[in-house]
């Protein structure tokens, strides 16, 4: 079987994740390089251990959050397809078999709003870990008084953290936000559809989604 670090440390695969992230910085866009797909793989382990998958299950789950997002390296438009089309390709060339080939391709091809599906476990574990890293660090910008919109949400994040109550079957995202910087608002203008994308992920999980800002419930 390929390993997630068969994957990992694989250098191709390393250079496509590192150019992919270079053209994003170009466009302006947040962190989608390493520390990024790192976090994204540990998190989908997280989900899937919670709900007690098999040990395959979550090597496939941390497979797609390493890979889902070389698709950038072609184009930010459409990158979810883009990038399952290359993971095909890099992962039938490693020797993966069809059937889990087909599971790692069809979790990238949906993790993003707008067309993403959560068709089964490891793609709802994907997208829920993908769209949960939301983070300070991830803002390439250091002049604030620059910052988009975009920019002022993820550098407002002070706090994140998405933990699972298996006796209440919830799946939450906590954040802290300073509202000096964004606002509650503005986090929904631009996060509204990948969070309802996550509360489809979590009923795929057999869980409700609940997102909580400052401690306050509003999803």
């Known amino acids: 079987m390929v390993s997630y670090e068969d994957i990992k440390h694989d250098p191709s695969i390393s250079t496509y994740i590192s150019k992919a992230d270079a053209s994003l910085s170009v466009l302006g866009y947040t962190e989608h390089g390493f520390a990024h797909v790192g976090t994204v793989s540990k ?126 079957e919830e799946i939450t995202l906590r954040l802290e936000i300073d509202t000096e910087i964004s606002s509650i608002m503005d986090y929904f203008e631009i996060f509204l559809e990948r969070m309802l994308l996550c509360r489809k992920a979590a009923e795929k999980l057999g869980l409700r989604f609940r997102l909580k800002i400052n401690g306050q419930s509003l999803i």
Do not use: W
């Not at 290359?86 to 709003?113: P, Q, S």
């Open 43 to 168: 998190m989908a382990e997280y989900i899937l251990r919670s709900l007690k998958a098999s040990p395959h299950e979550i090597e496939l789950a941390k497979i797609a959050a390493h890979l889902h997002d070389i698709g950038n390296l072609v184009n930010r438009v459409e990158h979810s397809q883009s990038g399952a089309v290359m993971a095909f390709r890099i992962l039938l060339a490693k020797g993966m078999c069809a059937e889990d080939v087909a599971t790692v391709v069809c979790a990238i091809g949906n993790h993003d709003e707008g067309t993403g599906v959560p068709v089964d476990n490891i793609s709802a574990a994907l997208i829920l870990a993908d769209k949960s890293d939301v983070r300070r660090s991830r803002v390439r910008n250091r002049d604030v008084t620059t910052f988009d919109i975009h920019d002022r949400v993820n550098y407002s994040v002070t706090e994140s953290a998405l933990t699972i109550d298996r006796d209440r």
